[in-house]
């Protein structure tokens, strides 16, 4: 049983994994912390409701890196590091975000760890994989990938974390996810964490949990308490020269949210021209642009990212102050996960919605799902912007991105209405492989346009 004093010296970790936790700043368990590192420790299997933002990753990882920590070898021998603990998440970002925090955590541990994520070169990953790791991050397709090659064996995993599973099925994995579990001892740890508790991601934890013990640290589907939401309704083609405005006055490090790769591109691309400092990221960038841009985010270069959602998944950026969804998602568990990414570990934030009358339909799911009528604010009365020269750091955006942002194009588009495509989902950037890249798209699609309400 845990209380509200629980410490983390009482959660009966390694002082080697405490030194770690002191070493990252942490005073104290977060609640999700407090309910799953004792049950994990116990070997139990959990469903855990918990969005990103509540510190779920150290909750499944401290008591992950207590486990292992009789395994840990200073051995050189492939053999005496074989993979024991498999995380799976939907994206290579989250993936990535996921292995920093067991590095940061197992610092003082000889564990070792990796990533493996699709869109990048296979070779560095099936070589590291050969020296032996005892905690593999991976995203689906990609862990097939390798199964496939024969550079990973995972015949000793004891422990599955499932990060995102509710992303992981809207994005169509599930035949990846039971190809993988295939491959897995019977015997083992199993630890699913999710978002949202769907019927879908009930009937996953039914299939793949043993007698779990099911644990939420806030209402399921419940937007984040410390985050003040706000719409504003806008016609489509003013949403533009609305946004723009609203950077301008608020003049804080702000994620903008789009539905399509396509609006990403462009919307960065006009922001630039306004004299803002912006970039974008989704699925049709590379992973190093991506990660360009991400790091110029993170490190105050640029103010303004615009993502699409499958992009945005598992980023943690500390203390990002405001989140502005440009167009409104449709599927409604997609604006809890957006608007997680400010109000992060206790801080506040502001999520701003701009809601064109074609987007009315997706806002009523959204209040359903939150419980909660999400204020309506007046629509400032946008002024002509004075059109700025470019900081100089701004130019250090990729070069594509400078060469699109100088080729003439028309901004007729932006005053087109808003047209929700099929197209308009950011394609996984590890799809599921057991399809034909052609029809790896379709349930992805599904996915983005599902609306649904529970
Ligand atoms: P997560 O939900 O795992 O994405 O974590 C969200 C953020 O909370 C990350 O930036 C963590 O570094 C931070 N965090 C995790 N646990 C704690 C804690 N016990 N105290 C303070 N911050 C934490």
Redesign the pocket.
């Known amino acids: 049983m845990t209380t509200d004093t629980t410490t983390f010296a009482t959660l009966n970790l390694d002082p080697k994994i405490l030194r770690a936790i002191d070493d990252?700043g942490?005073?104290?368990?977060?609640p999700i912390?407090a309910q799953a590192i004792p049950l994990v420790l116990e070997g139990r299997d959990l469903m855990a409701g918990?969005q990103?933002?509540?510190?779920?990753?150290?909750a499944f990882t401290l008591p992950l890196l207590q486990k292992l920590a009789p395994h840990a070898s200073t051995s050189t021998s492939p053999a005496r590091h074989p993979v024991r603990a498999l995380i799976l998440t939907p994206t290579r970002e989250l993936a990535i975000?996921v292995e920093a925090?067991v590095k940061a955590y197992g610092k003082h541990l000889p564990l070792r760890s990796l990533v493996v994520f699709g869109g990048m070169e296979m070779k560095a990953q099936t070589a590291a994989l050969k020296l032996g790791v005892e905690i593999l991050v991976a995203t689906p397709g990609r862990l097939l990938d390798h199964v496939e090659q024969r550079s990973v064996q995972l015949n000793q995993v004891q422990m599955l974390i499932l990060d995102e599973a509710d992303r992981m099925l809207d994005m169509g994995f599930m035949p990846d996810l039971k190809r993988i579990l295939a491959l897995l001892p019977k015997q083992r740890q199993n630890l699913m964490f999710s978002a949202t508790f769907s019927n879908d991601i009930k009937k996953l934890a039914d299939d793949f949990l043993t007698d779990p013990i099911l644990i939420e640290v806030a209402r399921s589907n419940a937007a984040a308490e410390n985050v003040t939401q706000k719409i504003y309704r806008s016609a489509q083609s003013d949403k533009q020269a609305l946004l723009a405005q609203l950077l301008r006055t608020q003049n804080v490090q702000t994620l903008i949210f789009t539905k399509t790769k396509l609006t990403a591109s462009r919307l960065a691309r006009m922001l630039q021209k306004e004299g803002v400092a912006a970039d974008a990221i989704h699925g049709d960038k590379t992973q190093q642009e991506r990660m360009q841009a991400l790091d110029a985010f993170k490190e105050g270069r640029i103010t303004t990212l615009v993502a699409t959602d499958v992009a945005a998944r598992g980023l943690?950026i500390?203390q990002l102050p405001m989140v502005i969804n440009y167009e409104i998602p449709s599927a409604a568990e997609d604006y809890v996960h957006r608007i997680g990414r400010t109000g992060?570990?206790g801080a506040s934030g502001i999520a701003i919605s701009l809601v064109s009358p074609e987007e009315e339909k997706y806002l009523k799911e959204i209040e359903k799902l939150i419980k909660r009528e999400i204020p309506q604010e007046d629509t400032p009365r946008v002024q002509a912007a004075p059109r700025t020269e470019r900081a100089p750091r701004e130019r250090e955006t990729s070069p594509r991105q400078v060469a699109a942002a100088t080729r003439k194009t028309s901004d007729a588009w932006f005053d087109k209405p808003y047209e929700p495509s099929v197209s308009s989902t950011a394609t996984p950037t590890d799809a599921p492989r057991s399809m034909s890249r052609q029809k790896r798209e379709i349930p992805a699609l599904l996915g983005g346009l599902k609306t649904r309400t529970e």
């Not at 942490?26 to 977060?30: C, L, R, V």
């Not at 990103?52 to 150290?58: I, L, R």
Request: charged share 20%.
């Open positions: 990252q942490y005073t104290t368990p977060t912390q918990a990103t933002g509540t510190g779920k990753t150290a975000q925090s943690d500390d992060r570990a």
